[in-house]
C-alpha cells in the first residue's frame, strides 16, 4: 500500500487522537500494540520451529539420528542462504547489532524488511540444526515493529527510539515469560539509557508480550528452584564467577575471530558448504549443539546429565561413566560458540543470546559436577547451573540485571537473588575489564559507532568527518610569491591557507598571523615564496577518525582548525573546532525534543 494512502487512512484516527489522548496516554497505548505484535510473533517462531523438529525427527529411529542431525543443517544454511538472496537482495543483517546502529546513527529508523526477515531466516536455519539461538532473530522483529508502527502514526523521533526498544524488550519477555528481563534487556543493551520516563511504556510493552505469550505459548518452561541458599558456598560463588567470566572472554573472542574468518572466506556457496558441513560434523561428535539447545538445560536441571550421551558416539560405551559424562558437557561448552559462529558466518541466521545461556548451564553443570566429585564440599548442581548460566550471559552480552532477573523469572529462583547477584557481577566486572565490548557492540565500535559509552561519544558517534568538511579555504602553492600570496589574501574571507601543489597533496599551512610581518616587506614580494614562510599543520584528519578523538586532539594542540587529508596525502579540506560543537549542539537538540 502506497505511503500516501496508509496516511490518509489514518488521519482520521490521528485526529481523534488530537481531541482525546494526552501524548502520554497514546504513547501507553501504541506500545501496548507493539507488545502484544512482536509477543505474537515471538510465540508463532518458537511454536513453528519446535514443531517443526519434532516432525523431522519423528521419522528417523533413534540410532539413525545421529547422522540425519549431521545432514540438517546444511540443509537450512543453504535454503536461509538462497531466501536472503533471492528476496531480501542478499541483505539480511544479522544480529542485535544493526539494531543498536539504526538507533544510534539512523534515528531508530529500521527496514521494514526486518518485520519478516529475521522471522524467516532463524526459522529455516533453527528447525533445521543450525546451533544459534532465537532470541536475537525476535528482539529484532519486535524492534522493527517499534520503528515501523511509530513511523506509520507519525510519532516523533524520541518516542520513536522507545518503542523500538519496546518490540526489543517485549521478543525476549514473550520468549522466556519474564517481563523485568525483557525491560533490562532493551535498557542495558538496545537503548544504552536508563531514563525513569522509559520504564512505563517499556514494563507495559513486556507485560502485554507475556500475557500474549502466556496465553498461547507456554515460554521457555524450566525447573523451579524454590530451596535456599548456604553462606558457606559464598566463595563457590565467587570461583564460578571467574569460570563464567573466562567462558565469556573465550567466546567473544572466538566469536569475532571465526567472523572475520568466514568475512574473508570467497564465494557464497562455498561458505555453505563448509560452514554446514563443518557444523554438521560437530553436531556428529556433539549432538548437543544441534539447534538451540534449550532441550539439554532442561535435562541438566531435571537431573538427567547421563543422558547428554545418548546418540552420540559415546553411547557405545556401556559403562558412562561420570566423567565421560563431563567429557561431553565441556566439549558441548567449549564448541557452542564455535557452532554458533559457523551457523552465523556460513550464511545462517540466529544470534549468542541463547548459546550464552547454553554454554553457561554447562559450564555452572561441569563446575558444580566436579566440586561434588572431589568430596570436598557437596553443592546443588541445580543452582550452580542456572548462575552459570546468569554469570555468562552477563558476560558476553555485557547485561548483568538482565542476567539477574532473566533467571530469576524463568527459574522461579528468587531464593538465589544474592548469588546471581554475586556471579552476575563478579562475571561482568572481570569480562569487562578483558573485553570492553560485548557480543553486540564490538564490532560497531571497530566502525566508529560507540554507544554504550558516554552520552557526548554517543552524539559525537552520530556525527561524520566529511559532513563536517569545511572547502572555502583558498588554497596557494609552494612556488608562489609573496606578491601572489598578497594577492590572495585580499580575496579570501578566511585567515588560514593550505600550501597544496598540483596534485593536490599538502605540503604545509600558511597563517596570516604568522606572516603579519612579512606582508610589509615589499622588497621581497617577487623573491620570497610561500614554501620559506609555510610551516607544518599542528596534525592532520583522515574522513574516518572519530570526532571525539579529534577534539580531543584539537584541546591538547590548542588549535581551531584541523587540514583533513585522504588516504592518499590529497588535502580535502579544513575541520573547525566550531563546526563540530555546533552541530553537536544540534544533535543534542534533536535528541531531546
Not at 515471538?42 to 519423528?58: C, E, F, I, R, Y
Not at 531514563?195 to 521457555?220: D, M, R, W
Not at 558466518?345 to 548451564?361: K, R, V
Request: charged share 15%; net charge neutral.
Amino acid at each position: 500500500m502506497p505511503k500516501n494512502t496508509i496516511h490518509r487512512l489514518l488521519r482520521p484516527l490521528l485526529l481523534w487522537r488530537a481531541r482525546h489522548l494526552s501524548d502520554r496516554v497514546y504513547l501507553i497505548l501504541v506500545s501496548m500494540l507493539v507488545g502484544a505484535l512482536a509477543g505474537l510473533a515471538a510465540v508463532v517462531l518458537k511454536t513453528l520451529v519446535h514443531d517443526s523438529q519434532q516432525g523431522l525427527s519423528s521419522w528417523v529411529p533413534m540410532q539413525y539420528r545421529v547422522f540425519t542431525n549431521s545432514l540438517y543443517p546444511i540443509i537450512g544454511i543453504a535454503l536461509t542462504v538462497l531466501f536472503t538472496r533471492y528476496f531480501l537482495g542478499g541483505n539480511l543483517g544479522r544480529g542485535i547489532g544493526p539494531i543498536i546502529y539504526n538507533i544510534a546513527r539512523q534515528g531508530s529508523i529500521v527496514p521494514r524488511s526486518k518485520l519478516y526477515s529475521q522471522l524467516v531466516s532463524s526459522f529455516l536455519t533453527v528447525t533445521f540444526g543450525g546451533s544459534a539461538g532465537l532470541e536475537a532473530p525476535i528482539s529484532v522483529t519486535g524492534s522493527a515493529m517499534g520503528s515501523n508502527v511509530s513511523r506509520i502514526l507519525r510519532i516523533g523521533r524520541r518516542e520513536r527510539r522507545l518503542l523500538t526498544g519496546c518490540g526489543a524488550a517485549a521478543g525476549v519477555a514473550a520468549i522466556f515469560n519474564s517481563p523485568i528481563a525483557g525491560v533490562l534487556f532493551a535498557v542495558e543493551v538496545i537503548l544504552s539509557e536508563l531514563s525513569a520516563a522509559y520504564f512505563v511504556p517499556l514494563l507495559i510493552s513486556s507485560a502485554t508480550a507475556t500475557v500474549v505469550s502466556k496465553a498461547l505459548y507456554a515460554g521457555q518452561p524450566f525447573v523451579l528452584i524454590t530451596t535456599s541458599w548456604p553462606v558457606d558456598a559464598v566463595p563457590l560463588y565467587l570461583m564460578l564467577a571467574v569460570f563464567t567470566a573466562l567462558l565469556s572472554v573465550y567466546m567473544i573472542r572466538v566469536y569475532f575471530w571465526a567472523d572475520s574468518y568466514f568475512e574473508q572466506l570467497p564465494g557464497t556457496f562455498r561458505k555453505v558448504l563448509l560452514g554446514g558441513l563443518a557444523l554438521g560434523g560437530l553436531v556428529f561428535l556433539f549432538p548437543p549443539l544441534y539447534g538451540e539447545g534449550y532441550n539439554i538445560v532442561q535435562l541438566l536441571l531435571g537431573g538427567h546429565a547421563g543422558q547428554l550421551v545418548d546418540g552420540s558416539l559415546f553411547d557405545v560405551f556401556d559403562d558412562q561413566s561420570a566423567w565421560l559424562v563431563l567429557l561431553v558437557a565441556a566439549g558441548s561448552m567449549l564448541l557452542k560458540v564455535v557452532a554458533t559462529t559457523i551457523t552465523i558466518g556460513s550464511g545462517g541466521n540466529g544470534g549468542m543470546f541463547g548459546s550464552s545461556l547454553f554454554a553457561g548451564a554447562l559450564c555452572g553443570f561441569v563446575f558444580a559436577r566436579l566440586i561434588n566429585l572431589s568430596g570436598l564440599y557437596p553443592i546443588s548442581e541445580v543452582h550452580f547451573i542456572v548462575l552459570g548460566m546468569a554469570g555468562t550471559l552477563a558476560g558476553v552480552v555485557h547485561a548483568p540485571l538482565t542476567g539477574i532477573f532473566l533467571i530469576a523469572e524463568i527459574t522461579g529462583g528468587y531464593a538465589l537473588f544474592v548469588p546471581l547477584m554475586v556471579v552476575t557481577s563478579g562475571s561482568y566486572l572481570i569480562t569487562r575489564y578483558f573485553e570492553p565490548y560485548s557480543v553486540y557492540t564490538r564490532k560497531l565500535v571497530q566502525k566508529g559507532v560507540y554507544v554504550n559509552q558516554d552520552r557526548d561519544r554517543g552524539l559525537l558517534a552520530q556525527l561524520d568527518v566529511r559532513s563536517l568538511l569545511q572547502t572555502d579555504f583558498l588554497p596557494v602553492q609552494p612556488e608562489d610569491t609573496l606578491g601572489e600570496l598578497v594577492t590572495t589574501f585580499r580575496h579570501a574571507s578566511r585567515n588560514l591557507f593550505p600550501v597544496v601543489d598540483a596534485e593536490g597533496h599538502l605540503h604545509g599551512i600558511i597563517s596570516l598571523d604568522t606572516v603579519r610581518d612579512a606582508l610589509f616587506d615589499d622588497e621581497h614580494y617577487n623573491t620570497t615564496r610561500v614554501r620559506d614562510l609555510m610551516h607544518e599543520p599542528p596534525a592532520i584528519v583522515r574522513p574516518d577518525d572519530t570526532l571525539l578523538d579529534t577534539l580531543r586532539c584539537m584541546e591538547q594542540l590548542g588549535a581551531w582548525a584541523l587540514p583533513v587529508l585522504d588516504l592518499n596525502d590529497r588535502y580535502l579540506g579544513f575541520l573547525l573546532k566550531s563546526t563540530i560543537l555546533a552541530n553537536y549542539r544540534r544533535q543534542l537538540i534533536k535528541e531531546s525534543e
